[in-house]
Structures are given as C-alpha cells and as structure tokens.
C-alpha cells in the first residue's frame, strides 16, 4: 500500500509538467472555444448567449460555404500530387547507389520543407514579381503580359498549391524512402527469374509493400493540407474576389477584422470536429482498403 | 541488347534525377544568388546569371547593423531555444512514467496524449490568444513559448522508446536504492541521447518556423520573430528585392544548417514522430 502510494506520487510528480501545461493551453482553450461559440460576444469579452443562433448563422453563410468548398480545392490541388510525386522521387533517389550523392539530391527535395513560410512565399513572391520575377521570363514566351499568379482569379489558387507542393513534398519522400528501403531485394531478384518487367515489379511490388506508407503519407497531407492558412494569408490574402478564401481564413477574418468572436468560435469548432472524423474515417478506410490488398 | 537498353534508361533516369533535383533546389539557389547582388544588378534583367557578377555583402552587413533583424533574431533564436528546452524536460518524465510505472490515471492520460495529436491548434488560436492577454503575456517570449511547449508527439515517442528498455535495468536500479528520479536522469536518459538530440532538433525547427502564434502573439516591432518580422516589413521595403531576399536567407540559415550538419538525426526525427520505426 505504502509502496502504490509512493509510485503513485512520483508519477504524478513526472506527469505533471506536462498534465499542467496541457490542461492550461488545450483543455481550457478547447472548453472556452465551445462555451464562446454559443455567445455573441466580441474577440476579446463576453457577450450574451444565444445559444445555436451562430451555428444557424453558418448555415446560411455564403462565404463559408464558399471557404469550404475552396479548402477542398486545394486540398484536391496538393494532396494527390504530393503523394505521387513524392512516391517518384523516392524511388528516383532509391536506385541512387552512392551514399553521398543520395544525401545531396535528398537535401535538395527536403531542404524546401524546413524553410520558414515566410521564406518560401518571400522566394517564390519575388520570383512572380510582374517586372523582375524569373517565372514571368517564361511566361513572356507564350503571352506579352505578365501573369499576376497571386492576384488572378484563376491562377491564384494552383499557384499556391503549387507551392505547397514544392514546399512540402520532402516530407513524403522521406516517409517513401523509409518504405522503399523495408522491402527486401530478394523480392526482387526472384521475380527478374519469373521475367518481370519494371511495371510488373511496380505494380505487384512495390506498390502493394508500399501501401502502408501511402496510407500513412494521404493522411498525414490531408489533415496538414485541410489548415491552408498561412500561404493564402501571406500570398493571396484571400483575394482575388474570396477566390483563395479558405475555411481558416474565414475564422481569421471574422475573428480578428470583424470582431465576431462568438461566431468564429463556432466556425473554429466545426473544423475541429471535422478534422477529427476526417483523421477517424481516414484512418478506418485506409486500414480496410490495406486489409483487402492483404487477402 | 537488353544490357545496351539498361544503360540508356539508366542514363536518362539520372539525368531526369539531376534535372528534378535541380529545379526543385532552383529557388533556394536563386534566393541566395539575389541576395548576394546588389539592387542594380537585380534590375538589369537582360543580363541574368546565377552568379553574381558582383557579390556583395551590402544587404547582411545593413541588416545586422542598421535594421531591427539583430532583435529579431535574438528574439526566434530565445523562443525557439526556449520550446526545445521545455518540451524536451516536459515530455521525457511524461513518457518515462507511462511507460515504467504503475499509477492511478495511467490509460486515461495516454488516451488525453494519444488524441490530443488530432487537435488542429489553429481553431484553438483564438482562445488562446485571449487567454494570453488576460494573462498579460502579449508581446512576451513567455508568451511566444508557453502555448508551444505541448508535445504530444514527443510523450509517445518517449514512451515507445523506453517500452523497449530491458525491464531488468529499472528492477536492478530499484534494488539499489535509487529513486525514480535518480533512475531517469542516470540511466534512462544517457541512453536516449540519439533520440532526445533528434527531437530537439525537430522541436526547434518547428518553432523557429512558427509563423501564425507569433504572428498575432506581438503587436511591437521589437518583440518579433524574424519569420513574423519578415511578413511585416515587405510592403515598407517596396522595389528592395535584393535587401528582401538577404532577409529571408538570413532566417533560413538556422534551420537549413541544422539539417545539413543533423540530416541523419533529423531524418530518424521524422520517422520517429511519423509512427515508423527508423
């Protein structure tokens, strides 16, 4: 008894650090957010209750409507692509022999990924500039004016998420890589006796041992990618006529310049709700899909 | 025949390699490029290079002399010194007792751990950031730090590595009198250097790059992140792309250094708190 209530206190005692700091920064922010969402009240203050009048409001909103469906858009932009060209360039590095130049093109994928987002729309906003951007240099080829990528109602939205994917793919090369280098050559070598070709090798190899790792990498992207914020805050502003409005954008806006906070709140909740059951049903659907791939 | 047709795919795929690599890195070699030129070869676009005609160093030199970057840099490097530290000493107890010991509350609060990991901290920001007000934190690095110190990942990572620990290390301490406490810091933790090393490097890129919490966080020049300072200042800078550019390499270096020296550390990192073992 004595000894239980001993190890009782010293785990407490190494928990708690981190108990303290999770209940004061997550549980209560998260309890606030929903208490909020049912108030008029202003960003910083309280308000009256008014109970499901914000999440009414939502209903009827056209913006967010639109925000949500645009937050798809991207989401449709980067997700499949950075899956598959991280995929290509993985197994472009994997039949890299030396180790050394493996490490160089790997830092010149990953590299991207660890730059601030400040820099990355820093670099690609000056690359863009109407007069002086290296891109327009290209674009010059094909028309007279410069294209205004971040201020076009219809190019602005595939250039960020081109970005993105610059911006981010690293990351999933480096999760293929791992996979690609679990699976056992030997596989391999037997089929070249059974005359595989490369596709063959591809697509009853590869691809099936490496379904865990895609699992994993759409997953992780799509919840990553569901958060677009800062590219559009940075490059677009949500501009041009909310053609870039993304959901957070629009919490940002009600929040921070319109002063709605009550409102925002509940539009905050709703993403994270919905984030949750994406992470819950991904995860569920994935694992089935792999189950059947296995059978 | 098949070996000649070997060779020539062989060849077109490392050219193909090369060429991919090269236009994925194009951006980061062009930013460096600009920032080494001055202004008026950044405008004299007829005659373009990738280096330099005349490398300067105009554009460091003014920004740590006679810009407000010095203070910004000092401010990212003490936040993000600042989290690393913290999540590290937070996070390693946390996942030592809920991998060795046996206590009330145990599940529930590896569950809490486990599913706070799904919570996006952006629908949070609002509440977070009142909350911090209310605390007079705004325009702080305390401020800056507190709300990034939890690491979920971190715990279970911690946790998953001291699971693999030989049980008959901790019996054997146990027998000998040490404490719990003695036995984290003299045996546990000299064998998790590797890994403390890799999270702390990924912990501190992460918060050297936050942009939004900072973002909002500082409303005073002098209390910016370079990654939020930079945002700030663009508009005022108008046509000095080349000055842009300098900036924007300058609060890259940290990070890009540290994968550079680290890339096998941070490598691990990544599949460690991707969930595969690496």
């Known amino acids: 008894m004595n000894s239980n209530l001993q190890s009782n206190l010293t785990a407490w005692v190494l928990i708690f650090p981190f108990v303290f700091f999770f209940t004061v920064f997550l549980v209560y922010p998260f309890a606030y957010t929903v208490v909020h969402s049912f108030t008029d009240s202003p960003l910083i203050g309280w308000g009256n209750w008014v109970g499901l009048e914000n999440y009414q409001k939502i209903l009827k909103d056209k913006l967010f409507g639109k925000s949500i469906y645009q937050t798809f858009i991207f989401v449709a932009w980067t997700v499949i692509p950075n899956t598959v060209i991280g995929l290509l360039i993985a197994m472009m590095i994997h039949r890299i022999q030396s180790t050394i130049y493996a490490a160089i093109i790997l830092g010149c994928f990953f590299i991207p990924h660890i730059l601030p987002v400040t820099v990355v729309t820093d670099i690609w ?51 293929f ?110 694992r089935a899909v792999d189950l059947d791939k296995q059978r | 025949m098949k070996k000649k047709d070997i060779t020539i795919s062989w060849f077109l795929l490392g050219f193909l390699t090369l060429i991919t690599a090269y236009i994925f890195i194009f951006p980061m070699l062009w930013g460096i490029s600009t920032s080494l030129k001055s202004e008026v070869e950044f405008l004299d676009v007829e005659n373009w290079g990738i280096i330099p005609n005349d490398i300067t160093f105009e554009h460091f030199i003014y920004m740590f002399k006679k810009s407000s970057m010095m203070t910004w840099y000092v401010n990212s490097m003490m936040t993000s010194l600042g ?10 107890p946390c996942g030592y007792a809920l991998s060795q010991i046996q206590f009330t509350g145990k599940n529930f609060i590896f569950v809490c751990v486990v599913l706070s990991i799904m919570v996006p901290g952006t629908a949070l920001v609002i509440a977070l950031f009142i909350f911090v007000a209310e605390l007079r934190l705004i325009n702080t690095w305390t401020g800056i730090i507190l709300p990034q110190v939890i690491s979920p990942v971190c715990v279970i990572v911690y946790k998953q590595f001291f699971d693999q620990v030989p049980k008959e290390l901790r019996e054997a301490s146990l027998i000998d009198g040490a404490s719990e406490f003695q036995i984290l810091l003299r045996v546990y933790m000299p064998l998790n250097w590797g890994i403390t090393a890799a999270l702390a490097l990924v912990t501190f890129i992460g918060a050297w790059n936050n942009f939004f919490w900072p973002f909002i966080m500082t409303t005073k020049t002098e209390m910016y992140t370079i990654t939020a300072g930079m945002s700030q200042v663009d508009e005022n800078w108008g046509v000095r792309n080349a000055y842009m550019m300098a900036v924007a390499m300058a609060a890259s270096l940290p990070v890009v250094l540290a994968y550079i020296i680290f890339q096998r550390r941070i490598t691990q990192a990544i599949m460690l708190t991707s969930g595969i073992k690496g």
């Not at chain 1, 690359?127 to 294209?147: A, E, H, R, Y």
């Not at chain 1, 109602?153 to 960020?160: C, I, L, R, T, Y």
């Not at chain 1, 056992?184 to 099936?208: L, V």
Request: glycine content about 6%; proline content about 4%.
């Open chain 1, 125 to 175: 906003g000056s690359m863009t500039s109407n007069d002086l951007g290296i891109i327009q240099w290209i674009v010059k080829m094909f028309q007279d004016d410069p294209i205004p990528f971040f201020r076009h109602k219809v190019w602005a939205m595939p250039s960020v998420a081109l970005i993105t994917v610059w911006w981010t793919v690293g990351f999933n090369v480096l999760l």
């Open chain 2, 83 to 92: 989290v690393t530290f913290l999540v590290i000493i937070i996070s390693m």
């Open chain 1, 177 to 286: 890589l791992a996979g690609l280098k679990m699976i056992n050559p030997e596989i391999y070598e037997a089929s070249d006796i059974d005359g595989a070709n490369k596709w063959h090798k591809f697509r009853f190899i590869t691809w099936p041992l490496i379904w865990p790792i895609t699992a994993l990498v759409l997953t992780l992207q799509l919840i990553f990618q569901l958060k677009i914020f800062d590219q559009m805050f940075l490059l677009t502003g949500g501009g041009p006529y909310n053609k870039t409005m993304v959901v957070l954008y629009h919490v940002y806006k009600q929040s921070f310049m319109m002063n709605k906070g009550g409102y925002a709140s509940a539009i905050a909740l709703l993403i994270f709700l919905f984030i949750i059951f994406v992470s819950v049903a991904n995860y569920y659907m994935l």
